[in-house]
């Protein structure tokens, strides 16, 4: 091929920087250390997935212009970048979500099997829709792609954590343990 | 849910139900890691090629490429790195082989990449899983750590002058990231739309580098492959694709699960209705879609009494595919229509938005699906549909548009009834103008 | 690219192409003509539109031919009924979300897409669903969106990227929720305004013309840049004697620099329909009285009679002529024909910021040509700051570098943008740079310009390699901060540098438009430069006739007041005419005809987009009319082609240039310079060696990257008197709303309108 291209290093901040960014303890720093470390160092931009994860986990459950100002900072790339790359992907927020945040799969395999069964208790128990949190910041509820649970449908996922075999009855239950402290939000 | 091999020894299933299965002791004792001793001590970086090619090992992601053949494919005189990477991203509708295999019997995989590196030269592999899978990243974490304890992974492994490192990284939520170059791209951390090809990956992929992208059961398939040899492999299966393949069978049978069938078995409706222990509650079977979402729709009729093989030339026989090998069955209560508008629903929502048709023709269609579903359908709006579809097909820059296109091209020929009723609310009798 | 030939067929007739080149090219070259949005030259291939598909044979599927190399044996077909049915279905598709505002779009009558559904639309609109929706908004104060009618072509991003390095604006979302923006939905950067000139819709727009003219009102003239020496090539766009707007649209005009333009090229227009605009000529009967509205014939005998005057009283030589490099050609010759053949003064210049004089007496080289720099090997830039001072130059660098492969070596003071793409920067301290150029010139002073550099002496022998391992072109670049001597060394190194595979090519970066043009004119060659004349002012020098006005860089400007007579050619007032005893309205160059010469040597045509404002009246024909009150006549006949036919005569780089010649501008015309021997330099290798010696070895090195547009931005005569500008200089502070303009919402000094009724008002 004629051309040629050669990664663009990153130039100055362009775009407006948060006036504040995150900073983080060293144990969550080490863990980034060790992310980075998997890729060659002038490749630090590809540590940028794990990265988020860890700033929305420290962060409040999303991308917030201090923790997007640390990414930025920490990977040598524009504050646009990581705005490019966080819109992307689903898992991303940048918005705050709930606490607990219910992920139901909406995909074939769950919907025959009774997705919106899962979808409408746990609307009726938390009072809210799908993309929606509740005023206590503690429940968001979300409609997603399949999770590849298709052969323990329906499900959902809180965090990372699986939910498998689902009935309104589990639903209630698992809702009731969020409430009460008693699950982890699945969120690591 | 069940999970194990049917008509065949195990193989690829052999451990998945052994306590403590993820274990490096586990897999040492029933034979791990031997393969990868066999290849570092007696064999050279072609020799494993040329067994892998013997093996007729086709790749399991979905295109059904012939492995051996993409490993030659990777310049040997390159002065750049190679890169081998694992495609676990698995986010297919119906789909969830891979997440058993890498759940209960990581160290397969990792040895796997391992003997794959050691054939191409490649020092560092990556394992790409996707986000929502993070329990598997960490047991595969826990498990490359173990090895590495074990000087299976890192320098010198084994004592050979071998070395290579395994890593994981994690995916974040976006199916087109399955797609071999978009899923290079996400691991650059850009966004992850397809690339270009040419060039193709074994050329240009990487950070520019060499590089080879195999599904997790490709790899966990070559462990195997070396120890009994390509030849006994491919007998297992047929001639043009050997060994045994994993399927994910999820809807209206009595035992979902994860089923290890040589390849070419017979036949699909015994497969069902026997193996997968028949439809729930003493229902009809009315549609199977065989490989993943992305392939065509197949009515009961097409399969009952159909004596369909199971590999990649009789499901294309049958009008399917064996794409990813996950079965959707769907009994007489699903209405093809919704199934297919659930369908299109997924495909808009991870189209990446980079080629014109895939972005606007799956928008369009969703919305038209949603319209038909308020009630509003039109009469003209199936040859709208597949005229849409024949637009998008073949068109788009990377297969995950024409994979949008077919489940609703076969849908509305083999379920015509199903869309009929959608589309004439009022005047039932007209005929269909499919 | 090889140059073998390989045979393609298309559509049935068979073609000798180059190997290797783009399918899509070679279509439109042999008159197949082929649609497509992503595809733009010289752009990373981005193969998304999917418009551009032809057959060919055995391959499966249709392809795109913007992918497409020509291998031999190929057999295509551009035009079949399932080529056309795909094309229409991708403007189908395209069209589908897109809104039918085109009678309220600014793009309207020149927008791609819309052409585009004229010929591959349907009949028949198919999509009977809700369109997506999302307001319009501005994302600076430059650049106003419409999101909606974006087709995601992405060409904005790759110029970002790829041309200024910036990558500001990206694609965000997914799938059909992807937009282009940036984070925080601020754009921050040097708002150069290419993203608005390669979009094809009307999502990215200009937002200082928005809703002010459509297209067709308006009349296109092709002129050359006022701003910097790159001398790009545009099209004023003007309505009824009106400058409305500037645009490098490769509809309109298509120059070297093809639809590239920077803030200032395009944006910093709207000076010249200026409130402030100087109207009438002026004059102070009294020193220290006012400046008097006059008539031309009024102020033109005052000023006659008053340099005749000095003439008389004091000799010839105590008049000083001093013209402008921002002026054209044809002004600066009459201004030098005034000077020698009318007063007959020695005393002459021009008021640039640094003079090249050294540099052109010693040119032993061609002058790169930017196309030249884009297929560079090597560039190696001492000093200057080509992104924000010559923005042209800095993209071809860097486009060079990146789409090209060619290695970029730097010495400079400040630690520039552009080291970002540099394979070598030599970070030296302030001042020092012809410490390196020393040691270009003679490798055995390596070690002193080492040590008075700051760098490590293997980094100037790497950097010597660098030059003498090119094969190919190298391109030697420098900016102001080289005196005289070292100026001479440069223009000199082609002798040292050149071999049979390796071209040398210089480039020097003067600050004007007509810098060079100042120098070729030979007003450069006066006695006195312009700072001497300043502080000759009221002793040596009495009476003063300036076409322009002094730079602050040429120290205070109260000497003037000490002379006996100042005639000032200004479009504004300035601190020049401040002093002035006559002040004359002159037309911009928006309102003249002439020639001005760029950092290339490409001699370019200015045009005439609207008749003189007021009473203003082009330079050349001011000085003229002087000259024929001071009993002579220049014989021009009121035409600038008459005076560029003299200018032809007598300066010998543009002999035999007439504007015929010059008319095309996508065929530029260089001067041709003449090509200097090897001259004995030892004199200015000695002094620029003690010179060396002497510097000292403390200074701090200046450590941190100039922000965007510190240049770019400064509110100067012209460009202040553009308010987005100061906005810009003033932080770019984001409005409280993007719905609305941020002129309409923000003082300059980036505090908020107090007035709310402004914001209600609505734009
Ligand atoms: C839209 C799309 C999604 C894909 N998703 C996956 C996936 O989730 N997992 C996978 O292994 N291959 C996936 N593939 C196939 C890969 O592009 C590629 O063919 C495969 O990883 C190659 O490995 P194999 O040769 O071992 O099959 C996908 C392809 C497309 C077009
Ligand atoms: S077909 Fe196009 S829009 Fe769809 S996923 Fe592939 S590249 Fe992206
Ligand atoms: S020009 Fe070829 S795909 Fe857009």
Same mark, same amino acid.
């Given at each position: ?188 | ?210 590089? #080879?992208?195999?599904?997790? %059961?490709? @790899?966990? /398939? ?6 009994? *040899? $390509? ?76 004596? #369909?093989?199971?590999?990649? %030339?009789? @499901?294309? /026989? ?6 990813? *090998? $996950? ?108 | ?763």
């Amino acid at each position: 091929m004629s051309q040629q291209f050669t990664p663009n290093n990153p130039l100055p901040q362009e775009a407006k920087v948060p006036a504040e960014m995150a900073v983080f303890s060293p144990q969550v720093e080490a863990e980034i250390d060790g992310h980075l470390a998997k890729y060659p160092p002038d490749r630090k931009r590809s540590a940028i997935l794990p990265l988020m994860f860890i700033v929305q986990r420290e962060r409040g459950g999303y991308l917030d212009p201090p923790g997007v100002a640390y990414l930025a900072d920490r990977l040598g790339v524009r504050i646009t970048d990581i705005w490019e790359v966080a819109t992307f992907y689903s898992m991303i927020n940048t918005e705050p979500v709930g606490k607990y945040h219910l992920q139901i799969c909406k995909t074939l395999s769950c919907k025959i099997l009774g997705a919106n069964k899962v979808t409408a208790q746990c609307m009726e128990r938390l009072g809210i829709k799908p993309g929606e949190t509740t005023a206590d910041g503690l429940f968001s509820i979300s409609e997603v792609e399949c999770l590849g649970s298709c052969g323990t449908a329906p499900m959902m996922q809180i965090g990372f954590d699986y939910y498998e075999n689902l009935t309104t009855e589990k639903v209630d239950e698992i809702i009731e343990k969020c409430r009460s402290g008693q699950l982890g939000n699945g969120v690591r | 849910m069940f999970i194990g091999a049917i008509g065949c020894e195990p193989l690829q299933l052999r451990r998945v139900n052994l306590e403590n299965s993820a274990s490096l002791e586990v897999y040492r004792s029933n034979g791990g890691y031997e393969a990868l001793n066999k290849v570092l001590t007696s064999m050279s970086p072609d020799d494993v090629i040329a067994e892998v090619k013997k093996s007729a090992l086709r790749g399991r992601g979905g295109a059904g490429f012939p492995t051996g053949m993409k490993w030659s494919f990777v310049p040997k005189d390159s002065p750049k790195p190679k890169y081998v990477v694992c495609n676990a991203d698995e986010s297919e509708p119906g789909t969830f082989k891979d997440r058993y295999l890498m759940e209960r019997d990581p160290h397969m995989l990792i040895e796997g990449m391992l003997i794959a590196a050691y054939a191409l030269g490649s020092h560092v592999t990556y394992c790409y899983t996707r986000g929502e899978y993070r329990y598997l990243i960490e047991i595969m974490d826990r498990a490359i750590a173990e090895a590495r304890a074990a000087g299976l992974v890192g320098e010198n492994i084994s004592g050979s002058n071998f070395s290579c490192e395994v890593y994981t990284h994690s995916g974040a939520g976006a199916y087109i990231c399955g797609e071999e170059t978009a899923l290079l791209n996400s691991l650059e951390g850009l966004r992850g739309h397809p690339r270009m090809k040419p060039p193709f990956p074994a050329i240009a992929g990487l950070y520019g580098c060499p590089t #080879v992208v195999n599904n997790v %059961e490709t @790899l966990t /398939a070559v462990p195997d492959i070396i120890k009994m *040899g $390509g030849e006994a492999y491919q007998k297992l299966g047929t001639e043009k694709s050997g060994g045994t393949k994993v399927w994910s069978v999820s809807g209206h049978v009595n035992r979902p699960g994860v089923y290890e069938l040589p390849m070419g078995y017979d036949d699909m409706e015994k497969f069902i209705m026997e193996d997968c222990g028949g439809i729930r509650d003493g229902k009809k079977l009315k549609a199977v879609i065989p490989g993943g979402s992305s392939v065509y729709i197949m009515p009961a009729s097409d399969i009952l009494g159909k004596d #369909v093989k199971m590999d990649y %030339e009789g @499901l294309v /026989a049958a009008g399917s595919m064996v794409g990813s *090998g $996950g079965f959707i069955v769907m009994d007489e209560t699903v209405d093809i229509f919704e199934s297919t508008k659930n369908l299109i629903e997924f495909y808009k929502h991870e189209s990446c938005g980079w080629c014109t048709p895939c972005r606007e023709g799956t928008d369009w269609l969703v919305k038209i699906f949603k319209r038909i579903a308020r009630g509003e359908g039109r009469p003209e709006d199936a040859q709208l549909i597949l005229d849409l579809c024949d637009n998008i097909e073949g068109k788009s820059f990377c297969p995950l548009g024409d994979a949008a296109a077919w489940p609703i091209q076969s849908a509305i020929k083999k379920f015509p009834d199903d869309f009929k009723r959608h589309l004439m609310p009022i005047v039932e009798t007209e005929t269909a103008t499919v | 690219m090889s140059t073998e030939l390989v045979k393609v067929t298309i559509n049935g007739q068979e073609f000798q192409v180059e190997k290797g080149s783009r399918l899509i090219d070679v279509c439109r070259e042999k008159g197949n003509d082929i649609p497509s949005f992503c595809y733009y030259s010289d752009l990373a291939l981005q193969a998304s539109c999917r418009m551009c598909l032809v057959r060919i044979e055995k391959m499966p599927k249709l392809q795109t031919s913007c992918t497409i190399t020509c291998t031999d044996g190929m057999i295509v077909t551009t035009r079949s009924e399932e080529i056309e049915k795909a094309q229409r279905a991708m403007v189908e598709f395209l069209l589908a979300n897109h809104p039918l505002d085109c009678p309220v779009c600014d793009r309207g009558g020149e927008c791609e897409l819309q052409e585009m559904a004229f010929d591959w639309g349907g009949l028949e609109e198919r999509f009977t669903e809700r369109k997506n929706y999302a307001p319009e908004k501005y994302l600076s104060p430059m650049v106003a969106n419409d999101p909606q009618r974006c087709i995601l072509c992405k060409r904005c991003t790759r110029v970002c990227d790829e041309w200024m390095g910036e990558d500001a604006i990206e694609a965000g979302g997914r799938g059909a929720n992807t937009v282009i923006g940036t984070y925080g939905g601020w754009l921050n950067c040097s708002q150069c305004g290419n993203c608005i000139e390669v979009c094809p819709t009307g999502t990215l727009l200009d937002a200082t013309y928005r809703h002010q003219a459509r297209p067709w009102e308006q009349s296109q003239t092709i002129s050359t840049c006022t701003y910097c020496s790159d001398g790009c090539e545009m099209s004023l766009g003007s309505r009824a004697g009106e400058l409305m707007r500037i645009v490098a649209r490769d509809r309109y005009v298509n120059g070297h620099n093809g639809e590239f333009l920077c803030i200032k090229g395009r944006f910093g227009h709207p000076f010249v329909n200026h409130e402030e605009r100087l109207r009438t000529p002026l004059i102070r009967y009294k020193k220290g009285g006012k400046l008097i509205p006059a008539t031309w014939d009024e102020a033109i005998r005052f000023t006659a009679t008053k340099l005749d005057a000095v003439a008389e009283k004091y000799g010839a030589s105590a008049i000083g002529v001093v013209g402008s490099p921002r002026i054209t050609n044809e002004s600066l010759y009459a201004l030098h024909k005034f000077a020698t053949e009318v007063v007959g003064t020695d005393n002459y210049t021009a008021t640039d910021a640094f003079s090249l004089q050294p540099f052109f007496d010693n040119l032993a080289g061609p002058l790169a040509t930017h196309r030249d720099i884009r297929h560079a090997k090597t560039i190696l830039l001492i000093g200057g700051e080509p992104e924000e001072l010559q923005p042209f130059t800095g993209k071809q660098i860097r486009q060079a570098v990146r789409n090209g492969g060619a290695q970029l070596l730097i010495v400079n003071s400040v630690p520039i943008r552009l080291k970002q793409q540099a394979a070598k920067f030599l970070h030296v301290r302030r001042g020092t740079e012809e410490a390196v150029v020393l040691a270009i010139a003679n490798q055995a002073h390596n070690k002193l310009a080492a040590q008075k550099a700051g760098v490590e002496e293997i980094e100037l022998i790497e950097l010597r390699r660098a030059l003498t391992g090119t094969e190919g072109d190298l391109v030697i670049m420098f900016g102001g901060e080289l005196g005289p001597e070292a100026q001479a060394v440069v223009g000199q190194l082609p002798h040292t540098f050149s071999r049979e595979s390796r071209r040398v090519l210089l480039h020097p970066l003067p600050l004007y438009n007509n810098s060079v043009g100042a120098h070729d004119i030979g007003l450069m060659r006066g006695h006195m430069s312009a700072t001497e004349m300043l502080g000759a002012a009221g002793d040596a020098v009495r009476a003063m006739y300036v076409a322009g006005s002094f730079l602050p860089e040429h120290s205070a400007q109260q000497g003037l007041s000490k002379l006996d007579f100042l005639v000032v050619q200004e479009l504004f007032e300035t601190e020049t005419t401040a002093h002035a005893d006559v002040v004359l309205p002159a037309a911009s160059w928006a309102e003249s005809d002439g020639t001005f010469t760029n950092n290339d040597g490409l001699v370019q045509r200015v045009r005439q987009s609207i008749p003189p404002v007021h009473q203003s009246r082009q330079d050349w024909v001011i000085t003229s009319q002087l000259a024929k009150e001071l009993g002579v006549d220049f014989g021009f006949q009121m035409s600038a082609s008459a005076v560029f036919k003299e200018i032809a005569e007598r300066v010998p780089a543009y002999e035999g240039l007439r504007y015929p010649l010059l008319k095309d501008e996508s065929k530029p015309v260089q001067a041709k310079h003449t090509i200097a021997e090897k001259n004995d330099l030892s004199r200015e290798l000695e002094s620029m060696r003690a010179r060396v010696e002497a510097m000292a070895e403390t200074a701090e090195k200046i450590m941190g990257t100039p922000e965007v547009g510190h240049e770019l931005f400064k509110p100067g005569t012209l460009t202040g008197k553009v308010p987005q500008f100061h906005l810009l200089a003033a932080g770019n502070p984001e409005p409280p709303t993007v719905a609305i303009s941020p002129l309409y919402q923000i003082t300059i000094d980036g505090g908020l309108q107090r007035r709310s009724e402004a914001v209600a008002a609505g734009d």
